[in-house]
């Protein structure tokens, strides 16, 4: 059996690849740790890492892999923002998981939104105090709001038929429009204006960074909701905060932060969490924040483990793939 090790192993993470592995004829080591410059040495005498969002393949980390004569990282996600790959070319082999669950990430968002808006989350903790009172807790009727999509993806075009379920609007944003989508495509700033709710289905690249700033935030309605499930990086946090301190915007929901990587999906409540802008976001009545769990459904997990493998037994045999991660020519 081929021998493979995956960073930044989680409970499910081996359920799900324990589930597929020896249908694939691999063993895997896990472990607890990031990769980085400093753990791929983990990595020798594997056929191939398997890495997740918030890993660090930079530079240094792939000269690191490849002195342990690692060539396949095969990424169990979609995003490749962490990837330096000017520097992996012709080096290391990089794969992905383009497509396990858009109906994951749509139905967060939607959940991320009702949640907010009706204060369930509140009314949970009241209640089981015999607490029964309603003050505090009025919403709004999702009906005849417009949802403003940026990003018309196969995440972006799920949420929209969710939406258009509700009732709702529906515009949105793409520098590449699909001419099959349903919706309405407008500029980035007439979405943002017109908007009730804004979605953020796209991802990291050196031009959509900080693309919700102070100047597009101004932009936004005052009772305006902003969702972010892609990558944190797309908000500047602290323009963000800004807004929501001065009710420039009416709330936040986010499910992905521009610093998580050192602080998500580890448990830090018997610590002092020195990132005051996350303390202080986290401190909203009007924010909700999850900690990069929209991917987390047993469908997702399933098709993910099953994806990496096969890309991973693709490369050893030479095969050609539809995953594999190329330098943009």
Do not use: W
Not at 150 to 168: S, V
Not at 208 to 227: F, Q, V, Y
Not at 231 to 254: F, P, Q, V, Y
Not at 297 to 315: G, R
């Amino acid at each position: 059996m081929q021998s493979l090790c995956l960073y930044d192993a989680k409970t499910y993470d081996r359920q799900y690849f324990d589930r597929f592995k020896s249908a694939y004829g691999f063993e895997i080591d896990y472990f607890e740790t990031k990769l980085n410059p400093k753990t791929a040495v983990l990595a020798r005498g594997r056929s191939a890492a398997i890495a997740f969002v918030n890993d660090d393949l930079s530079a240094k980390t792939i000269s690191a892999l490849q002195k342990v004569n690692i060539r396949c990282v095969a990424l169990r996600c979609s995003g490749f923002n962490n990837v330096d790959l000017e520097a992996a070319a012709g080096k290391i082999r990089l794969y992905r998981v383009p497509d396990y669950s858009p109906y994951s990430i749509a139905e967060h968002t939607i959940a991320m939104l009702l949640t907010l808006n009706r204060k369930t989350h509140k009314a949970y903790l009241r209640t089981r105090d015999f607490n029964f009172s309603l003050n505090g807790f009025v919403g709004f009727d999702l009906r005849g709001r417009t949802m403003g999509i940026i990003g018309t993806g196969k995440i972006g075009l799920t949420l929209a038929n969710i939406c258009k379920g509700f009732g709702m609007d529906v515009i949105a944003c793409d520098p590449i429009r699909n001419p099959h989508a349903k919706v309405e495509y407008v500029d980035l700033r007439t979405l943002l204006s017109r908007s009730d709710i804004v979605s953020l289905n796209c991802p990291l690249t050196r031009e959509s960074r900080h693309m919700i700033n102070h100047e597009t935030l101004a932009l936004m309605k005052p009772s305006s909701i902003i969702i972010n499930t892609s990558r944190g990086a797309l908000i500047d946090s602290e323009a963000l905060l800004e807004a929501l301190i001065s009710e420039k915007i009416g709330g936040a929901c986010l499910d992905v932060y521009e610093e998580e990587t050192r602080l998500f999906y580890e448990d830090f409540s018997e610590h002092i969490v020195r990132d005051d802008i996350l303390a202080r976001l986290i401190s909203l009545p009007n924010v909700l924040v999850t900690s990069h769990q929209a991917f987390l459904t047993h469908d997702a997990l399933n098709a993910i483990a099953q994806t990496t493998l096969q890309n991973i037994s693709d490369f050893l045999a030479g095969r050609a793939n539809p995953n594999e991660i190329l330098l943009p020519q």
